[in-house]
């Protein structure tokens, strides 16, 4: 199943494209003729980022966002519509993690985390891909996680969060089948792209996964957009990333999780 052809009346929306994996997917959307809609809260890379792709003759609209806010969601739709734009890809890319034992964390942090990591996911997907049902075309990509395929304590909160998109995604794309639309999860192990940062993670603590898994974001770009035009309902860039997913999907879990807690950067400062 392939991607909608590329239209001027036609649109990506690309949420959490100010930086990272968003910009990385933006950029090879452009490449491939596809015109974006991007929606973030920060203006300023953005509109850097509109600039540098429209010089590839696609149309780049900014729409800036907080995705966390669920009356600014409801408007996106019409705000994508009074641009004269059809929105046939959907890529629910924006997230966030926090980290931490749940015993200790902030309420409002891990609410917050929710809503922009699952909430946002639901209700994007409800809003526009009833429309491409209707015109026959369409693609979803929703980024999840490694994290998806097993419990994460350090990071409970994130880890369900992925497993939540990794489904939700999959349900989705048995729903679409024979409709002309399609579903893709994507699910990256670590990227660098300043994520670990805003989670609370130090340059010590990143450096110690091994190297051989980290991947680029145009490299996890690469994979996302090429498997999505591909129809595949889950795309994991990197092959020691997909051998670690299914080794954690399988893993025993009275087993996994106790490692998982002893090892995890979080957990381990307060010991």
Request: include cysteine.
């Amino acid at each position: 199943m392939a991607l909608p052809p590329p239209a001027p009346d036609r649109t990506a929306l690309v949420t959490g494209a100010s930086s990272g994996i968003g910009e990385a997917l933006a950029r090879d959307l452009a490449g491939r003729g596809h015109g974006l809609v991007l929606a973030a809260r920060r203006v300023g890379p953005m509109e850097a980022l509109r600039t540098e792709l429209s010089e590839s003759g696609v149309r780049v609209e900014v729409l800036p966002i907080d995705l966390a806010d669920r009356g600014a969601r409801a408007e996106l739709p019409g705000r994508i519509a009074e641009l004269g734009l059809t929105v046939d890809l959907l890529v629910n890319n924006a997230g966030l993690s926090t980290s931490g034992p749940v015993a200790s964390a902030d309420v409002d942090a891990e609410l917050h985390m929710i809503e922009v990591d699952v909430v946002t996911v639901v209700d994007l997907c409800t809003r526009f891909v009833p429309g491409m049902v209707e015109r026959g075309r369409g693609a979803v990509l929703n980024v999840a996680s490694t994290a998806a395929f097993q419990p994460l304590p350090g990071q409970a909160g994130y880890a369900a969060s992925k497993a939540f998109v990794l489904s939700y995604t999959r349900s989705l794309g048995g729903e679409l089948r024979g409709t002309g639309v399609s579903a893709t999860a994507l699910c990256p192990g670590p990227v660098q792209t300043g994520f670990g940062e805003a989670a609370g993670f130090s340059d010590d603590e990143q450096s110690a996964l091994p190297g051989f898994m980290w991947e680029s974001p145009e490299e996890v770009a690469r994979v996302a957009v090429d498997s999505l035009a591909a129809g595949h309902p889950v795309a994991i860039p990197g092959a020691a990333n997909r051998v670690a997913a299914m080794l954690a999907h399988v893993a025993p879990k009275q087993l996994l999780v106790p490692l998982l807690a002893s090892r995890h950067p979080a957990l381990r400062r307060g010991r």
